[in-house]
């Protein structure tokens, strides 16, 4: 059996950090930014942890 390949569009959308926790980029961020506030832009930019119910689908296209 060949070794599973990563999903590349999944490497480029997910990170883990040093203590194995999985992060993710907000939605909503990317235009029509003119109307959303300043507070919730800032919000915005900041990753968020992947929720409990979709780590181990993410994982697994990760090749984790």
Same mark, same amino acid.
């Given at each position: 059996m060949?070794k599973? *390949? !990563?999903?590349?569009? #999944?490497a #480029?959308r997910?990170?883990? !950090?040093? !203590?194995?926790?999985?992060m +993710? $980029?907000?939605?909503f *961020?990317?235009?029509?930014?003119e *109307? *959303?506030s300043?507070?919730? !832009? +800032? +919000?915005?930019? $900041?990753?968020a942890?992947? #929720?409990p119910?979709? $780590?181990?689908?993410?994982r $697994?296209?990760l090749?984790?």
């Open positions: 060949p599973m *390949k !990563t999903d590349r569009g #999944a #480029a997910f990170k883990i !950090t040093g !203590t194995g926790k999985l +993710r $980029r907000k939605p *961020k990317s235009h029509l930014l *109307k *959303k300043s507070v919730r !832009t +800032r +919000r915005l930019g $900041r990753e942890e992947v #929720a119910s979709d $780590r181990r689908n993410v $697994r296209i090749g984790i």
